[in-house]
């Protein structure tokens, strides 16, 4: 994990990139004594795939800080990856605690806001400083490099869970896209 996050490239395979969560996920199971369980679902022909490096893994150390962990039940990380007609899709969901629909609002209103030092609010919760932190650089990444036509999205309901989809421009859109032949 640490060898790739230092490399001086941006973009791995989505292979590469499953294989560093896959050590996260090795750890987090170790760490928490196999609370949680992680179940991948990637399509053959997206594994070659470039994507920006570490896009994955925050997001699912975020599924299972703020998901999974207080959770009083073992909880699971789903991870999809597919193609549609013109864009990469990768799927982190998890079966957590989930969020309300205000701090649903709050975050996705988070990721287009400039000041990453404003505090995100969780029921029950003092402010916390730094939360979202990881998902806007995601989503800000993906903008940059591809486009404000993708990034993130996120669904969430309160005591069921969380989703959150990255979306890219499938490889034969990224010829076409000015960002990604910018970012290669």
């Known amino acids: 994990i640490l060898r790739t996050s230092i490399s001086s490239a941006q973009f791995i395979t989505l292979q ?5 969560v896959e050590s996260y996920a090795k750890i987090q199971k170790i760490r928490f004594n196999g609370k949680f369980d992680f179940r991948y679902e990637i399509a053959p022909e997206t594994e070659e795939i ?13 599924a299972i800080h703020h998901g999974l962990e207080p959770k009083i039940s073992p909880g699971t990380i789903l991870i999809r990856g597919f193609l549609t007609q013109s864009k990469l899709i990768l799927q982190i969901r998890d079966n957590g605690v989930g969020m309300s629909s205000d701090q649903l609002d709050t975050l996705r209103a988070r990721l287009f806001q400039s000041d990453d030092l404003a505090p995100v ?8 400083h730094g939360a979202g932190i990881a998902l806007k650089n995601v989503h800000q990444r993906l903008q940059l490099f591809f486009g404000p036509a993708y990034g993130l999205e996120i669904t969430s309901a309160a005591g069921i869970g969380t989703q959150i989809e990255l979306c890219m421009p499938a490889p034969s859109e990224m010829r076409d896209s000015y960002h990604a032949e910018r970012a290669f």
Request: hydrophobic residues 40%; glycine residues 8%; charged residues 35%.
């Open 16 to 20: 590469e990139e499953m294989t560093l």
């Open 50 to 62: 470039l994507v920006p490096k570490l896009i994955v893994q925050p997001i699912v150390e975020n």
């Open 121 to 128: 609010r969780k029921e029950g919760e003092g402010a916390r």
